[in-house]
């Protein structure tokens, strides 16, 4: 089956079967992770790592004497080699098929202490990177965070819930196939890097959570950036792709939600935060969203004014405020509300084309910064280190081409159709670096596992374009052979 041909239509057997897949992967998953659980809560408590390398990762707020005016202008200058260099090297990836999010990325890592602050240190005897000091890194963050709260909020305006329409079955379930085999092996991982690579007293049930989570992220918007670059955002692969990956993104926010009420409360505790973000979900989708959409549909002719950008930004500030109270992330809450309103409105497309530039290019930077800031690959040191990156590499695309190679094929898809969804399932990007940040923040993953995490999303995200090339090549090598 060609990438542009329509995907067979299912009989009710097939849709049975596709349903028992999915129904005994998610029994199968559940099941071995309760084992799983029980196995890594007998485990000792970790040793976590050394109090220097977290208060590194974690700069702590400067002093009340440190002048704005001394702070400013670093900030200033941080932001401005952090869009120069990764706009630069945005470009240069490009030149090779990588999506410029690639090169912001790395840009942050090379300014910050992995590359720069250790040529400062070991070459020129400095205490720090001139351009990311530490004294900027929490107003450094308070602007990463604004401007991941309006990325998702874009995300959310721009998630298209008719590209679920069509292929709700097949897309459900090699969505949820993709999640639970990283899922289940980002778990079983966790049995074997809890002791090494855990904070201390973080609870085994906690960490196997989170890793399952990490492990099991697509990044929407970067996959739906390689789609358009290669003009099949139309095929069906594409589509099929965009409406996997969109119930991806739902189903993580929905898990990393559950690990943060794991993680923030005791077991009640996190069952009144996983109760309180099902009632805010369902509030926002069926109650929210129809409303909004009769309210813009009955004003978008006037465009957007003043008093309508106050009110939507009025709405973004409060659904965030309160999904950060219920004890989740404020991101969850900026998406949700970009849900609410209708992706093909005018409004949606006005908030698109005047937010996309000023986030895309000013604020994300400033979180690209901030993650290079507390992305320290000096941590994995040694041989034991890197193999374990390595194996989280491994781990991960294992994972997620498997399971939707699997899930796909029972969809009825051919085999060069399920690899080429499971290699393009396989992007991260963005997504993954919000979710680690924020396992950072709850102390879930230490620093040094979170650098290997991040080299696990930039490998995983560089292979993307390069291996859906290599699947073309050799599909096309075979239809001249079978022509000749």
């Given at each position: 089956m060609s990438a542009g041909e329509p995907l067979p239509n299912k009989r009710p057997s097939s849709r049975w079967r596709l349903l028992a897949f999915y129904g005994l992967s998610l029994a199968v998953t559940v099941a071995l992770f309760i084992a799983i659980r029980a196995v890594g809560e007998k485990l000792p408590t970790p040793a976590g790592d050394a109090p220097a390398s977290a208060i590194a990762a974690n700069p702590a707020p400067p002093a009340a004497a440190t002048k704005p005016v001394q702070v400013l202008p670093r900030l200033l200058a941080a932001l401005a080699a952090v869009i120069i260099v990764g706009r630069v090297l945005g470009i240069v990836l490009g030149w090779i098929g990588q999506p410029p999010v690639i090169g912001e990325v790395i840009a942050g890592i090379l300014l910050g202490p992995s590359l720069l602050g250790w040529i400062c240190r070991d070459w020129f005897g400095l205490p720090q990177s001139p351009l990311l000091p530490p004294d900027v890194a929490p107003y450094l963050g308070v602007i990463a965070q604004l401007g991941v709260i309006l990325y998702m909020f874009l995300v959310g305006v721009d998630f298209n819930t008719e590209l679920l329409k069509s292929h709700v079955h097949a897309?459900?379930?090699?969505?949820?196939?993709?999640?639970?085999?990283?899922?289940?092996?980002?778990?079983?991982?966790?049995?074997?890097?809890?002791?090494?690579?855990?904070?201390?007293?973080?609870?085994?049930?906690s960490f196997a959570l989170f890793m399952g989570v990490a492990m099991a992220v697509t990044a929407f918007p970067v996959l739906a950036r390689i789609l358009t670059d290669r003009n099949i955002s139309r095929t069906e692969l594409g589509v099929l792709a965009l409406s996997c990956a969109a119930v991806d993104d739902v189903t993580a926010w929905c898990l990393l939600a559950l690990v943060a009420g794991v993680v923030q409360s005791q077991v009640s505790g996190a069952l009144s935060v996983i109760g309180l973000s099902l009632v805010y979900i369902a509030v926002m989708l069926l109650v929210v969203r129809p409303i909004a959409g009769r309210l813009i549909r009955r004003v978008e002719h006037n465009g957007l004014g003043p008093t309508a950008i106050a009110v939507i930004f009025a709405a973004l500030l409060v659904s965030a405020l309160t999904t950060e109270w219920i004890g989740i992330h404020a991101v969850f809450g900026a998406f949700l509300l970009g849900v609410t309103v209708p992706h093909d409105s005018r409004i949606a497309k006005s908030l698109s084309s005047g937010l996309e530039q000023v986030v895309t290019v000013l604020l994300l930077p400033a979180f690209f910064a901030y993650t290079g800031m507390r992305t320290q690959i000096g941590l994995i040191s040694g041989w034991e280190n890197w193999l374990i990156c390595g194996l989280i590499i491994v781990v991960a695309s294992v994972g997620k081409f498997g399971g939707t190679l699997a899930a796909a094929?029972?969809?009825?898809?051919?085999?060069?159709?399920?690899?080429?969804?499971?290699?393009?399932?396989?992007?991260?990007?963005?997504?993954?670096?919000?979710?680690?940040?924020?396992?950072?923040?709850?102390?879930?993953?230490?620093?040094?596992?979170?650098?290997?995490?991040?080299?696990?999303?930039?490998v995983t995200t560089m292979a993307t374009a390069p291996l859906l090339a290599l699947l073309e090549s050799n599909a096309s090598a075979r239809t001249a052979g079978q022509v000749a």
């Open positions: 897309a459900t379930a090699i969505s949820h196939a993709s999640i639970l085999a990283p899922f289940l092996l980002g778990s079983l991982l966790a049995l074997g890097i809890f002791g090494r690579l855990a904070p201390a007293e973080v609870s085994f049930t094929r029972f969809a009825g898809l051919d085999w060069r159709m399920g690899s080429a969804l499971g290699v393009l399932m396989n992007t991260r990007g963005l997504m993954e670096l919000i979710v680690l940040n924020i396992g950072l923040d709850l102390g879930v993953i230490s620093p040094t596992l979170f650098a290997m995490m991040v080299i696990m999303a930039l």
